[in-house]
């Protein structure tokens, strides 16, 4: 399912003409069920996912995983937001105060996912066990940090 969206969508996605960001804390493994109906509904979303390696006995499984698992970012009308409330995929909306923080928050976490190097998520308050490279972004409206992990 993952897609880095080209700068033309990126632009799309984050630009300013946009309805307003929300935070959807999704149920437990619904963060890709809940992006595809999104995409079906034409409502605009953001869904971070970052490689993920599975051992298994004999090889090693690749894949995309969220990187923040319960989250999605949605940019939807109030109208929008209402509906997806209903949705049995969705626990809680949290809305953004500061929307042009927001964007330049996701813009700066999409392009350190770019780089598909190892990453570490923290809460701002907790001192996480390894720091990264100097690298990280911060998603002001949760208090998350993500850091660029050194091999």
């Known amino acids: 399912m993952h897609q880095i969206p080209s700068k033309d969508r990126i632009s799309e996605?984050?630009?300013t003409h946009q309805p307003r960001w929300k935070v959807l804390f999704t149920e437990?493994?619904?963060e890709e069920s809940l992006a595809r109906e999104l995409s079906a509904l034409d409502v605009g979303f953001y869904l971070?996912?970052?490689r993920g390696d599975h051992l298994t006995t004999r090889f090693t499984n690749r894949s995309w995983q969220p990187l923040i698992?319960?989250?999605v970012f949605v940019n939807s009308s109030d109208c929008q937001?209402?509906?997806l409330a209903r949705s049995q995929r969705v626990r809680r909306i949290l809305p953004v105060q500061d929307q042009v923080q927001l964007r330049a928050d996701l813009l700066d976490l999409h392009q350190l996912l770019a780089l598909e190097c190892p990453l570490s998520v923290s809460h701002a308050a907790a001192s996480p066990l390894r720091?990264?490279?100097g690298q990280s972004v911060r998603l002001h409206c949760l208090g998350v940090d993500v850091f660029l992990l050194t091999s």
């Open 13 to 15: 996605i984050f630009g």
């Open 28 to 30: 437990a493994q619904q």
């Open 48 to 50: 971070p996912l970052a």
């Open 69 to 71: 698992p319960g989250l």
């Open 81 to 83: 937001t209402h509906a």
């Open 131 to 133: 720091r990264g490279t």
